[in-house]
C-alpha cells in the first residue's frame, strides 16, 4: 500500500523567511514523488517532481529514501507563494495497479506581509 | 493545448437523487482519474483507468458511485443513490500514462456537489 503524510495542515510565515513543508511517504518499492500545488480558486497543478531534480519558483525538494521523505523548501518565501500544497505519489513508471497517484492531505501555507 | 474539461461545475441535489459528471481529458492521454475531495482534505482516488481499462478502483464505494471510459476518451462518474456525505468537489485528471517519461497529471477545475 501507498500513503503520503502531510504532519502539518497549517503553516504561517513572515515574507522573506525560510519555508518547508514535510513530506513522508510508504512505499516498498522505487516511487515517483511530486509536489502540487493549487492558488486560490484555481486548478490543482504540478509545482515539481523528484525525477526532474528542479527548482521551480525557488522551491526545491529532495527524496531521501533512507527517511523515506519529500520536503518542500525555499529559502525566502514570498506572499504570491500563499497556497495549498500536497505531496503525491505514483509508484513508478511501469504501469500496473502501483501507476495510481496517491494525494496527501495538504498542508495551507500563509505567507504574511 | 487545451486543458481537462469538466461538467458541470456546480450540482445541487437531493439526498437518494442520482448525479453524473463528465470529464474530457486532454487529447492523447491515456491515463484518467477521478478524486473526491471533501472539504479540508487531500484528493482521494476513486478510479484510474488505462485507455478504458480499470487500473484501480480500489476506493470506489462500488454500491453507489459508477465510472466508465468508453472508447478511452470521455469518461462519466455516477452517483446513485447520493448520500449527503457525498457533498464534495470531484476531480478529473489525465496523464499521458506509463512508459512515457512523462507522469505529470493535469487536473480539471473540478465539479463541486452539494447534496442536501
Known amino acids: 500500500a501507498q500513503r503520503v503524510t502531510q504532519p502539518e495542515k497549517l503553516l504561517s510565515v513572515f515574507k522573506g523567511a525560510p519555508v518547508e513543508l514535510k513530506c513522508n511517504y510508504s512505499y516498498s518499492g522505487s516511487p515517483e514523488l511530486f509536489w502540487y500545488v493549487q492558488y486560490s480558486r484555481q486548478r490543482l497543478q504540478l509545482l515539481l517532481r523528484h525525477i526532474s531534480r528542479e527548482s521551480i519558483k525557488g522551491f526545491t525538494a529532495d527524496l531521501n529514501k533512507g527517511e523515506t521523505s519529500f520536503h518542500l523548501k525555499k529559502p525566502f518565501a514570498q506572499e504570491e507563494d500563499s497556497a495549498m500544497y500536497y505531496c503525491?505519489?505514483?509508484?513508478?513508471?511501469?504501469?500496473?495497479?502501483?501507476?495510481?497517484?496517491?494525494f496527501g492531505k495538504g498542508t495551507l501555507l500563509t505567507v504574511n506581509p | 493545448e487545451a486543458g481537462v474539461a469538466q461538467s458541470p461545475r456546480y450540482k445541487i441535489i437531493e439526498k437518494r437523487q442520482s448525479v453524473a459528471f463528465w470529464c474530457n481529458p486532454i487529447s492523447g492521454h491515456a491515463t484518467l482519474y477521478w478524486y473526491q475531495q471533501i472539504l479540508g482534505q487531500g484528493p482521494k482516488l476513486l478510479i484510474q483507468?488505462?485507455?478504458?481499462?480499470?487500473?484501480?478502483d480500489s476506493q470506489l464505494p462500488k454500491d453507489r458511485f459508477s465510472a466508465e471510459r468508453l472508447k478511452g476518451v470521455d469518461s462519466t462518474l455516477k452517483i446513485q443513490p447520493a448520500k449527503l456525505e457525498d457533498s464534495a468537489v470531484y476531480l478529473c485528471?489525465?496523464?499521458?500514462?506509463?512508459?512515457?517519461?512523462?507522469?505529470?497529471?493535469?487536473f480539471g477545475q473540478g465539479t463541486r456537489l452539494t447534496v442536501v
Open positions: 503525491a505519489l505514483s509508484g513508478g513508471n511501469s504501469g500496473g495497479s502501483n501507476y495510481k497517484l496517491t
Open positions: 483507468f488505462q485507455n478504458n481499462g480499470v487500473v484501480d
Open positions: 485528471a489525465s496523464s499521458l500514462g506509463p512508459g512515457t517519461g512523462n507522469t505529470e497529471a493535469f
